[in-house]
């Protein structure tokens, strides 16, 4: 193994043993619930649960891996041509730079993720875009 990785867990480690003593000693000094104290210390024991979890049943590990790799969107796995990429910005065979850029910008506001747009979109945008720029710049 690693030494990063070895160092790293054993941070882990430190920190999840230093987090239950001081829940364990604000449970003990009255200053949290005896409740909260329980809640606040599975939280370190579901993350062995979830691996135990996935070990025996693998079918979950598909879904939380296959969820957890592509963010919940789909991602653009199939090469694009040309035609498609013209197609995606809206542009004819004989589109200039400028016209490729314009129609990148005008689509890229209606789709962009952090306006409540696709992931998906904006990625085949910005596919179809570098595709263009470069067939049409050499």
Known sequence: ??????????????????????????????????????????????????????????????????????????VASSAMDLAEARQVLGVSESATVEEVQIAFKKQMQKVHPDRGGSEYFATKLNEARDMLLKELNG
């Open 1 to 74: 193994m690693p030494e990063g990785l070895e160092r790293r867990r054993y941070l882990q480690k430190i920190i999840m043993w230093g987090l239950l003593g001081v829940i364990f000693l604000l449970a003990a000094t009255g200053r949290i619930h005896w409740l909260g104290a329980a809640f606040a210390a599975l939280f370190p024991v579901l993350k062995f649960a979830f691996v135990w979890l996935f070990r025996f049943f693998p079918a979950l590990a598909k879904i939380y891996g296959a969820k957890k790799s592509t963010g919940n969107t789909p």
